[in-house]
């Protein structure tokens, strides 16, 4: 029984030092960049949202022109 207990100690402890050991690793993997992907997906929306206003407004000046309004 006493063995038994032991080997879980040792075996917690070392789960828990390679736990501390990688954790850097991860934090280090979690960049807040963005990727080229990303930032070209950002400029593409952007360029969209642009191109709605620009029929938006488009779409009001023909309704200003037209009789009756």
Request: proline fraction near 4%; charge should be positive; aromatic fraction near 4%.
């Amino acid at each position: 029984m006493i063995m038994m207990q032991k080997q879980f100690v040792a075996w917690y402890t070392l789960a828990t030092i390679a736990a501390a050991a990688s954790a850097p690793l991860v934090a280090t993997g979690c960049r807040n960049e963005k990727g080229p992907a990303e930032r070209a997906g950002a400029q593409i929306d952007r360029a969209a949202d642009r191109t709605g206003d620009a029929i938006e407004d488009a779409g009001k000046k023909i309704n200003k022109e037209l009789p009756g309004n």
